[in-house]
């Protein structure tokens, strides 16, 4: 392997990651396609590949097709609400959010691999087309089924970066203080709580609906932990939320993502999966 054809892999592999996790839902997973997609690139004929980020994004997006199959089985059978391993930024990636992750798991590994190339990376339709195997018009047809299950996801009103830090801040600040009321009024009717422990640590076994259901779910949470409660490492932007990390009383991080839409909480996310957190040890020291 020479100088050169190292160095051009080693430009495209954050975009080849990102592809891949976007895809996957899991660091661990994105990283292992780009290694293998590394192999592969290691061993092929490199003086007959014209585009180099076009091959290599073929590759990936196969790899990731056929991690798929298996990966869709292993969900079927996961205990309580599955969430994609959490993302921390300083500065929310609005590429792909949260929610819209979620929408993607209900898509067909096709359709899922059209909509992120196409709308999310803004390959033509013929890039994508070379990339998933299929004509150009297929392609686009599948871009829009997935664009019609996506949209209704988006939020309805555009939140600015400040304000959507300061609703996660006062939110930490209700939870910490065990202001059940005031955590109660910065919710929507129809708020959703998502707590993933993967059957590792408590969590909800299902998705929890509705403001009254939330906020007594959250009183019974203060009332277990009171005196226990989780130490905030830092606020963030976790899969492009407005959240926060903290460490609980059992010494295992925790990260909370709220979706906040017309000045209220949509949406609660909360990774408790230790084995979905363990990337972020390292990067958070």
Same mark, same amino acid.
């Given at each position: 392997?020479?100088?050169?054809?190292?160095?051009?892999?080693?430009?495209?592999?954050?975009?080849?990651?990102?592809?891949?996790?976007?895809?996957?839902?899991?660091? @661990?997973? =994105?990283?292992?396609?780009?290694?293998? +997609?590394?192999?592969?690139? #290691?061993?092929?004929? %490199? /003086?007959? *590949? $014209?585009?180099?980020?076009?091959?290599?994004?073929?590759?990936?997006?196969?790899?990731?097709?056929?991690?798929?199959?298996?990966?869709?089985?292993?969900?079927?059978?996961?205990?309580?609400?599955?969430?994609?391993?959490?993302?921390?930024?300083?500065?929310?990636?609005?590429?792909?959010?949260?929610?819209?992750?979620?929408?993607?798991?209900?898509?067909?590994?096709?359709?899922?691999?059209?909509?992120?190339?196409?709308?999310?990376?803004?390959?033509?339709?013929?890039?994508? @087309?070379? =990339?998933?195997?299929?004509?150009?018009? +297929?392609?686009?047809?599948? #871009?829009?089924?997935? %664009? /019609?299950? *996506? $949209?209704?996801?988006?939020?309805?009103?555009?939140?600015?970066?400040?304000?959507?830090?300061?609703?996660?801040?006062?939110?930490?600040?209700?939870?910490?203080?065990?202001?059940?009321?005031?955590?109660?009024?910065?919710?929507?009717?129809?708020?959703?709580?998502?707590?993933?422990?993967?059957?590792?640590?408590?969590?909800?076994?299902?998705?929890?609906?509705?403001?009254?259901?939330?906020?007594?779910?959250?009183?019974?949470?203060?009332?277990?932990?009171?005196?226990?409660?989780?130490?905030?490492?830092?606020?963030?932007?976790?899969?492009?939320?407005?959240?926060?990390?903290?460490?609980?009383?059992?010494?295992?991080?925790?990260?909370?993502?709220?979706?906040?839409?017309?000045?209220?909480?949509?949406?609660?996310?909360?990774?408790?999966?230790?084995?979905?957190?363990?990337?972020?040890?390292?990067?958070?020291?």
């Amino acid at each position: 392997m020479n100088y050169g054809a190292t160095a051009t892999f080693d430009a495209l592999r954050p975009k080849l990651t990102r592809i891949a996790y976007r895809m996957l839902g899991s660091i @661990a997973d =994105a990283e292992d396609m780009v290694q293998d +997609a590394w192999l592969r690139w #290691a061993e092929s004929d %490199r /003086e007959a *590949v $014209r585009v180099p980020e076009a091959f290599l994004r073929r590759i990936v997006t196969h790899l990731c097709l056929d991690r798929l199959k298996s990966a869709q089985s292993r969900r079927e059978t996961y205990f309580g609400p599955w969430l994609p391993e959490p993302m921390i930024e300083a500065e929310p990636v609005e590429d792909v959010t949260l929610p819209l992750m979620l929408a993607l798991e209900r898509l067909s590994p096709l359709e899922r691999a059209a909509f992120l190339l196409h709308d999310v990376f803004g390959e033509s339709f013929d890039e994508v @087309a070379a =990339a998933l195997g299929r004509d150009p018009a +297929a392609c686009r047809q599948l #871009a829009s089924r997935a %664009r /019609e299950h *996506v $949209r209704a996801e988006k939020p309805r009103f555009r939140v600015e970066r400040a304000h959507g830090m300061e609703i996660a801040k006062a939110f930490f600040a209700a939870s910490d203080g065990g202001d059940i009321g005031q955590l109660s009024a910065m919710l929507a009717s129809d708020v959703h709580l998502y707590s993933d422990g993967g059957g590792k640590r408590p969590a909800a076994s299902r998705v929890l609906r509705g403001r009254d259901e939330v906020r007594r779910t959250l009183a019974a949470i203060d009332r277990l932990v009171r005196g226990r409660r989780g130490a905030l490492i830092r606020y963030a932007y976790v899969n492009g939320l407005p959240g926060y990390v903290t460490r609980e009383a059992d010494g295992v991080l925790q990260t909370t993502a709220l979706l906040v839409d017309g000045g209220e909480i949509r949406a609660i996310y909360v990774m408790r999966n230790p084995d979905k957190l363990r990337h972020l040890e390292k990067s958070l020291h």
